[in-house]
């Protein structure tokens, strides 16, 4: 059997590993972070991410650890309710619980951190040559790259990809408050500003956490990455400390030590899933903007069809291939949805469609 190396130690990395591990294939996994780096916040799981996670975790461990969600409630900013809509098996986790939970299966001796790969070329055979920083180099039959969506390998192999910005970012924090958290049931609420461009969405993880998140047009508002949590703090009661009381409770109640500056890029196109003996899953594959809440279940898609074609095949070409043509028309059906709910998002909001819900299917 192949031995396999996983660069990238986030939720497709980590679900790749644990497929690997329940069948007995030879890997080991790196990541450039230190462990307890648990940067990032949030996660929405539909039905289907759900039965993914199922097959590699304890899934009452997740249960304990987020909460499923009822309905999906939209607003107009002052909070009057615009529409509602029943959601079957929809879950919310945080990014460290998802995590935490996702590390438990790998063996300690199987995952290395603080390490940074840098793709060197290719040998005459066609084998990726990978050097650590230290010059010395990685020795794997297949390289499976799920290095995030800016993905260093991905652009070193697809020189003329076109990374674009996409015309919305994010912050999203969490805030820990059971007072406030005691006012919300579990429902996915999201407040949307009359003129567009403009909402705040509200998910409760437990009895005292509250995942929050605004997303906003980058023509009409601007934020910087290096902005101090003071700066964040401003950016959010400017422009959302008018708004409905819940709003503005949570903003003005939050630590913003934590609370992360999403920047939200796409391929322009798709590139191949594979190249020689690389293959990409997850965002590094096919980075899906926010608005289609799939990034993880497709991640768990990936790595599960990858591990199951990479048993099932004796030439790994073959693998790759009928992985690529498996994965390829569903993340496609995404991010064109993803396309549409973001120029939905821009519109006024009496232009918007009616009971439209934030989340893309199939």
């Known amino acids: 059997m192949n031995t396999v190396a996983i660069i990238g130690a986030g939720v497709s990395g980590l679900s790749m590993a644990n497929y690997l591990e329940k069948n007995n294939i030879d890997y080991h996994l790196y990541e450039r972070r230190k462990k307890d780096d648990l940067k990032g ?4 799981l539909p039905k289907e991410g759900i039965e993914y996670l199922s097959n590699i975790i304890d899934i009452n461990e997740l249960y304990e650890r987020g909460s499923f969600l009822k309905k999906y409630i939209h607003y107009n900013h002052i909070g009057e309710i615009l529409s509602e809509k029943d959601l079957e098996d929809v879950f919310v986790v945080s990014r460290s619980s998802l995590i935490e939970i996702l590390s438990k299966n790998i063996p300690s001796d199987k995952i290395t951190y603080e390490k940074t790969l840098n793709l060197q070329g290719f040998s005459s055979e066609g084998k990726a040559e990978i050097q650590f920083d230290d010059r010395s180099v990685l020795d794997a039959d297949i390289i499976v790259a799920s290095d995030g969506s800016r993905s260093r390998i991905r652009r070193n192999i697809f020189e003329d990809e076109i990374m674009k910005a996409v ?9 820990e ?7 919300i049931e579990s429902n996915f609420l999201k407040f949307h500003h009359e003129n567009g461009g403009l909402t705040f969405g509200v998910l409760k993880l437990s009895s005292t956490k509250i995942l929050w998140y605004c997303q906003f047009d980058i ?3 601007f934020i910087n990455e290096d902005y101090t949590p003071d700066c964040i703090r401003q950016f959010m009661m400017d422009h959302f ?9 949570i903003i003005e109640g939050s630590s913003y030590e934590n609370a992360h500056i999403w920047r939200v890029y796409e391929l322009e196109k798709l590139n191949p899933f594979h190249h020689n003996n690389i293959v990409f899953i997850g965002d590094s594959a096919h980075p899906l903007i926010p608005f289609t809440s799939q990034g993880v279940t497709s991640a768990l898609k990936d790595s599960y069809i990858l591990t199951n074609l990479l048993m099932e095949e004796e030439n790994i070409q073959d ?9 390829k028309p569903e993340i496609e059906t995404h991010i064109k949805n993803g396309r549409t709910l973001l120029d939905q998002f821009l519109l006024p909001l009496d232009q918007q469609p009616k009971n439209t819900l934030p989340i893309s299917y199939k």
């Open 41 to 44: 916040h949030g996660f929405i």
């Open 219 to 221: 023509t009409r508002f």
């Open 319 to 327: 693998a790759f291939i009928k992985y690529e043509n498996e994965r």
């Open 167 to 175: 015309l919305e970012n994010e912050v999203v924090n969490i805030i």
């Open 241 to 249: 400390g008018n708004w409905n009381p819940l709003v503005s409770s």
């Open 177 to 183: 408050n059971e007072e406030l958290a005691s006012q």
